[in-house]
């Protein structure tokens, strides 16, 4: 409102119209906003030929901002829905054939940043809509709305008055959960969305595997519930902005990013500092790291564990599947009995993380025992995929040592004659940096074959090997042999295994082709 400096104009980039102008010129023309696409969009052709919308806004007040957009990849891009009813239809895939968006515009395609007017350190005195988002009266040509480049949000969901009138980020206003951790995570957030999903929350999530109950690996939902996996690679889940963290265990990984163990401990403290101060901190009293973070915080905290912490379990015991029954109970006081879905002893502590979150939510107990119940986890988590011969053949994700431990506990719950482990290591950084650890983790395994590494992103520089790694696996005393492709290990395999014995493909490559080879034979 009044004059602003640069707010006002002709509608052309490079002297755009004021924002009341532009909200006001509804007949589909361009309106350009300090560099910024606002207002009635179709069919548009971003100048630059960097960005693409169909975007027919019905409202008065609907906006869609946006800048240095491409179809592959969207930086600093800034979109703002005001009321339901509105389509939108973007080729960027910030929404595909979506309705009614007051809620998630981030879903799919890769998003660098994604912002909400609230909260940014603006270096411009800007109104939208009459309201005041803040400002020193000095525009920064290359930032004219102030976006605060140290303060990204992934997706948000709001009103637009509540967009102006609340100083916060939009996430900081959900409830929404981060799960993070070394390991674990696609679980907890599987058994969380069950639960979610049992209370009739109607949560958005998004969980890095898929998930049966959600048909895939996301869920678009219309309340202000929200739940995401928050992987900690490349500090990723520094972009997040949670009410409630999770934070499962920390362990050495990804050291081709991080420095040490510390590095990657002082990285989840910076995770936690993202939690308001009236959110939670729920993380496991197992794990002396995660303790010293959750020390560190300056939110409110909720541990849990075997036998430490606010949370336990008591009275365990596991049915011939692997999967527990146990008695929750909160500060010393009985709770409630669960039976898992899951198997092993180590899903007994994720599923100690979603029973502290569902607490904090005031989610029902019977929501809580039938969502765990209903839960089998993501594919690939110790997944049953068919028997040959007799023979179980299960695949698992497990890549790093802690994680094929646990899963080569699990299947010692469950009765088996001998297990074969067929384990591709995950990235040359990886088995480079964890080469000790990787020598020692298979001794629960009757024999390992070990196939070549999987570089994923990675290139071979020849400084480790597969056959490196079985010398020292066999210099130990293991029983192990290396064969070098999927069909090497099929043929092996065919003539080993007989009736009861449980074949495990281990690996977050496509060592998952060895079971489906044997099936399929």
Request: overall charge negative; some cysteine; aromatic content about 10%.
């Amino acid at each position: 409102e009044g004059d602003v400096p640069g707010l006002t104009g002709d509608g052309t980039k490079e002297n755009p119209y004021s924002i009341e102008a532009a909200q006001q010129k509804q007949d589909g023309t361009i309106a350009w906003v300090q560099g910024y696409i606002v207002g009635t969009v179709e069919n548009y052709e971003d100048p630059s030929g960097s960005a693409k919308f169909a975007a027919p806004f019905t409202a008065k007040n609907n906006l869609l901002i946006a800048a240095s957009a491409t179809e592959t990849n969207v930086k600093n891009c800034v979109c703002v829905q005001l009321s339901s009813g509105t389509e939108l239809y973007s080729k960027l895939n910030l929404a595909e054939n979506a309705t009614n968006l007051g809620h998630i515009l981030a879903i799919q395609g890769s998003l660098e940043k994604f912002y909400g007017f609230p909260g940014v350190k603006s270096t411009t005195a800007a109104t939208l809509d009459g309201k005041d988002v803040g400002g020193s009266g000095e525009t920064d040509p290359d930032n004219p709305l102030g976006l605060d480049d140290s303060n990204p949000v992934n997706s948000f969901s709001a009103t637009f008055d509540d967009a102006v009138n609340n100083n916060d980020y939009l996430l900081a206003n959900w409830y929404n959960v981060a799960v993070a951790g070394t390991h674990g995570k696609t679980t907890t957030t599987s058994m969380l969305s069950h639960i979610t999903l049992e209370a009739n929350l109607d949560p958005t999530i998004l969980v890095g595997g898929d998930v049966d109950a959600i048909h895939g690996n996301y869920k678009i939902g219309e309340s202000e519930y929200f739940v995401t996996e928050a992987c900690e690679y490349k500090a990723s889940f520094l972009k997040f902005y949670p009410y409630i963290g999770i934070i499962l265990n920390i362990d050495a990984d990804h050291l081709d990013y991080y420095r040490d163990i510390n590095h990657i401990e002082d990285t989840f403290k910076k995770f936690s500092d993202l939690i308001p101060a009236d959110g939670y901190l729920v993380g496991c009293a197992e794990d002396h790291r995660v303790m010293e973070v959750l020390n560190y915080a300056k939110c409110k905290t909720m541990s849990y564990g075997f036998d430490k912490g606010d949370v336990t379990a008591g009275n365990i015991s596991f049915n011939n599947k692997g999967c527990a029954t146990f008695t929750v109970f909160h500060n010393g006081k009985e709770l409630f009995d669960v039976t898992l879905n899951t198997t092993g002893k180590h899903n007994i502590l994720n599923a100690l993380a979603t029973i502290c979150t569902s607490l904090i939510l005031e989610i029902p107990n019977e929501a809580i025992i039938n969502g765990l119940a209903a839960c089998k986890g993501a594919h690939k988590r110790f997944e049953y995929k068919g028997e040959f011969n007799g023979a179980t053949i299960i695949d698992d994700y497990a890549h790093h040592p802690v994680e094929i431990a646990a899963t080569l506990n699990t299947a010692k719950l469950i009765p088996h004659n001998k297990v074969y482990c067929v384990f591709q290591p995950h990235t040359y950084t990886r088995t480079k940096t964890l080469f000790d650890e990787f020598t020692t983790c298979f001794k629960d395994c009757d024999e390992l074959i070990l196939m070549d590494i999987y570089a994923a992103r990675e290139k071979d520089t020849g400084l480790v090997s597969s056959d490196e790694l079985g010398d020292a696996i066999r210099a130990k005393g293991f029983n192990c042999i290396n064969l070098h492709s999927h069909e090497d290990v099929t043929n092996y395999l065919k003539d080993k295994i007989k009736k009861d014995d449980l074949v495990l493909t281990v690996g977050a490559g496509d060592v998952v082709k060895v079971g489906e080879l044997l099936l399929n034979s």
